[in-house]
């Protein structure tokens, strides 16, 4: 069973397209987050979701916006996709105050 | 907010030999300091985690060891193996689940057959 999982595994889009990336995790966490790494492999935190609070990483466009239907799921919705985009794109949960944070495969968007 | 510094950016050893990666942070609040491994094509994996009351933790051929006072932390892998090679992060968190964490800037770790 896979704990963390997302889809689709790879995203080719056009420049101002509207795109969605969903991730569903069975681990039982009560926080969920989505990571951006970029070309250089750096990693960094766009937001984190625990059913009662979104925090948002200041530096996100908010052309990123995340939808949590329920405590196991925690989508990404991009609008007007930018070159700038482009990134591997990684989901994951943890429970709060325990650490062990598990990640996603990871979603690859190429924006053209 | 935290800023992890991670050394080196490649490191290259020979099988059979240790590698040491180190990690310094900034955030005197953060008390967890985990290390993934990530391989090509998949996601971050957790190989090791230490806490702030903690000085030192091993498990097998992986440990990683605490230094409160200078904020630093380091991995060390000993007997490396080919399956051994890939990037490796630090991260820092303060344990807050919201806080997520932050990361270093990866070492790219090569075996050398």
């Known amino acids: 069973d896979t704990a963390v999982s997302q889809t689709p595994k790879y995203l080719v889009t056009q420049m101002g397209n509207d795109k969605s990336i969903k991730c569903e995790q069975n681990?039982?966490?009560?926080?969920m987050y989505w990571y951006k790494q970029d070309s250089k492999k750096f990693l960094k935190i766009m937001f984190s979701?625990?059913?009662?609070?979104?925090?948002i990483n200041e530096t996100v466009p908010n052309r990123f916006s995340p939808k949590s239907p329920d405590k196991a799921h925690l989508n990404l919705h991009i609008n007007s996709l930018e070159l700038g985009d482009s990134a591997v794109y990684f989901c994951?949960?943890?429970?709060?105050?325990?650490?062990?944070?598990?990640f996603g495969s990871g979603t690859r968007l190429t924006v053209v | 907010g935290e800023n992890v510094e991670q050394h080196p950016s490649t490191l290259s050893v020979q099988e059979g030999d240790s590698a040491v990666i180190k990690c310094t942070y900034s955030?005197?609040?953060?008390?967890?300091f985990p290390w993934y491994k990530q391989e090509l094509g998949k996601g971050p994996q957790l190989i090791i985690d230490i806490r702030s009351n903690v000085g030192e933790k091993k498990d097998q051929r992986i440990a990683v060891t605490l230094n409160k006072t200078a904020k630093h932390f380091s991995l060390h892998i000993t007997e490396t193996q080919p399956e051994d090679s890939a990037v490796y992060f630090c991260a820092a968190s303060s344990g807050g689940g919201a806080d997520g964490l932050t990361f270093g800037k990866g070492t790219h770790l090569i075996i050398q057959p």
């Open positions: 955030d005197s609040a953060s008390n967890y």
């Open positions: 979701y625990n059913n009662k609070e979104l925090i």
């Open positions: 681990l039982g966490h009560d926080t």
């Open positions: 994951a949960s943890s429970s709060t105050g325990e650490g062990g944070y598990t």
